[in-house]
């Protein structure tokens, strides 16, 4: 008989990021192999795999909670990791997002008639922001001195009403541009970081699991940017076909019934198969197929 108490031990506590990132977390796992279902209401995700327990936290919180064991791996952004100052080890980079596959920024932006033109120039401002341990550091940093504020949300429209600047996370700069404000620079940026316990990572099977984990993750990252092509080619035009893929990509070349005709197949980054695709026909391929990837692991 099982014990109860090694199946309870091997379990591993993940943390999915409420809010912003959520849904676009959730596609993520989807492409990695993992069905996870969020009920309306519920903090507590369910997940296709019986090792693994979910719970929802916003990412301003889930290093904190990485950091104290409440969880032993999780999902949120390097700016919440410094934010808290949070002892974790961060074990991969998924660069995605709500909006785009750029890093984040977190920028000072002030009015577009501010006098304010660098950040020497904020000596003795107030400034507003979600992010203020990373600001006081960012100010520190270039020895300014300025008042820095909490801000509760809105924060676009309190300069300069309430504040003379602002620090804002922005992805395209739309929403300061519409709010008519102007980057002064760039205090930092953050991508999404799968972070881990270090109490979780010293242990051999959550870290095997959490291996296992970023390995997919990642890999579902890597197939966003790819695609397979497929396509059948006359021996004699192989090296002419061949010629027209890029250096760095080999393909895998197959002997087919024909012995006049082989198969290749070969990964390449979506933004090129539109250019290579007509080349690929006029050097003699055939029957080209273009196909999706849910992962690439390397």
């Keep these: 008989m099982i014990r109860k108490d090694i199946i309870m031990e091997n379990v591993l506590k993940l943390g999915i990021p409420k809010g912003s990132l959520q849904e676009s977390t959730l596609r993520l796992f989807d492409k ?59 074990v991969a980079d998924l660069v995605y997002s709500k909006t785009t596959s750029k890093p984040y920024r977190w920028v000072v932006a002030v009015p577009e008639d501010s006098e304010i033109q660098t950040v020497q120039d904020l000596e003795g401002k107030r400034i507003a922001t979600e992010l203020v341990e990373a600001t006081k550091r960012y100010l520190a940093r270039h020895g300014v001195s300025a008042e820095v504020e909490y801000s509760w949300g809105a924060t676009e429209v309190k300069a300069p009403l309430l504040v003379d600047a602002i620090v804002e996370g922005t ?96 990964v390449l980054d979506e933004h090129v198969v539109r250019d290579i695709i007509p080349a690929l026909k006029r050097a ?14 390397y």
């Design 32 to 90: 990695a192999g993992y069905n996870i279902i969020v009920r309306s209401r519920s903090y507590r995700p369910v997940i296709d795999d019986p090792e693994i327990s979910c719970l929802m936290f916003r990412a301003q919180e889930m290093a904190r909670y990485v950091e104290r064991g409440v969880l032993d791996v999780g999902l949120t952004g390097l700016d919440w990791i410094v934010e808290n100052d949070a002892d974790v080890v961060e």
């Design 171 to 266: 992805e395209t700069g739309s929403s300061l541009r519409a709010n008519r404000l102007r980057i002064v620079d760039t205090v930092t940026e953050s991508t999404a970081k799968l972070i881990a316990n270090k109490a979780a990572w010293e242990d051999p099977w959550k870290r095997g699991k959490i291996e296992v984990l970023a390995m997919l993750l990642v890999g579902a990252l890597n197939a966003e940017a790819t695609v397979g092509l497929k396509m059948n080619v006359p021996r004699e035009n192989l090296d002419q076909v061949s010629a027209q893929l890029p250096s760095l990509h080999t393909p895998t070349i197959s002997e087919q019934s024909d012995p006049e005709w082989v198969a290749l197949e070969v």
């Design 284 to 297: 003699g391929a055939t029957g080209i197929i273009e196909y999706p990837l849910n992962k690439v692991i």
